[in-house]
């Protein structure tokens, strides 16, 4: 048996898109399809019960002492039956060979972890969205340089979650790196599946890109605040680096406007990423309540 394992909060078209796309999978009967609300407060969960008394293998969970997504996640392990679990976002979509050609590719590789290819999609032409397609997602890099892929797109192994524990669900952001560094210390294989594509909406407007790199500098905060000796004492943030969509032919494609406008929205965004860190610095809570993950 095989297992896909979606976390989601208030978002009924969302889960609706994902579903369509997971439940025409082409691979045996047995998959199992994992729906974790999150303390939904619409009719998100309406949406999942159509769909759970449509397919048989359809089941909705439900997460509602710890928000945020990796407490999600960590529910639908915890229900998951088979030996290779498979991550995905709600407001994702995927062809109908996509577990099937990830799966071959995780045999194939050896590996006990493995990044699919994110490929960002426009919902609408903003500058905003063309900007986030542009930068988001280089997941071969982040296996290859900082050994983790993002849970929107990722498969892995029931025996590595044993070994290592489950995601951090302390974290409100990051906690997909924390994991695959862990996952990659402990010696476990780490692979990368080009052909198995998730298809992920760019964020197209200003506010909501804001928002969700607020939200990454918060959880570098918290990733200093739970792991001192391998991201550093809180108080002072990392310097700015990492893999990026940008290229240099790219940018010979792009009008001098357009650039500008590229160059200006980085810099906010780093900005907001700045604020979100010193936010958490001085506001946040330590989650103790949380249990930090275990072997």
């Not at 009924?12 to 997971?22: A, D």
Request: aromatic share 10%; proline share 5%.
């Amino acid at each position: 048996m095989k297992s896909i394992i979606i976390p989601v909060f208030n978002d009924p078209r969302g889960i609706q898109s994902v579903l369509n796309s997971v439940c025409c999978q082409s691979v045996p009967s047995d998959l199992q399809i994992l729906i974790v609300d999150n303390s939904s407060t619409d009719n998100t969960r309406d949406v999942i019960n159509e769909y759970a008394t449509k397919y048989d293998n359809v089941h909705l969970l439900v997460e509602n002492e710890i928000q945020g997504s990796y407490a999600a996640r960590n529910k639908g392990l915890e229900h998951a039956t088979s030996d290779v679990l498979a991550f995905l976002d709600a407001d994702e979509t995927v062809d109908e060979d996509w577990l099937e050609t990830a799966l071959a590719a995780m045999d194939e590789q050896n590996a006990d972890y493995l990044g699919c290819r994110v490929e960002l999609t426009l919902p609408e032409d903003t500058l905003v969205g063309r900007y986030n397609a542009r930068t988001g997602f280089p997941v071969k890099q982040y296996l290859e340089q900082e050994h983790y892929g993002p849970t929107c797109a990722l498969l892995v192994r029931r025996e590595v979650f044993d070994d290592v524990g489950h995601f951090d669900a302390r974290l409100i952001s990051g906690g997909d790196r924390e994991f695959g560094e862990r996952v990659h210390d402990a010696g476990y294989k780490q692979g990368y599946a080009e052909d198995a594509v998730v298809y992920h909406p760019a964020r197209t407007r200003f506010k909501s890109l804001a928002k969700k790199n607020f939200r990454v500098g918060r959880g570098f905060c918290q990733k200093q605040r739970y792991y001192p000796d391998r991201y550093g004492k809180p108080g002072l943030p990392p310097r700015p680096d990492g893999p990026s969509g940008d290229s240099d032919e790219d940018d010979e494609a792009l009008s001098l406007t357009t650039r500008l406008a590229f160059t200006l929205l980085s810099i906010t965004m780093l900005a907001c990423r700045g604020f979100g860190y010193y936010y958490e610095f001085f506001f946040g809570e330590a989650r103790d309540d949380i249990p930090a993950p275990t072997r």
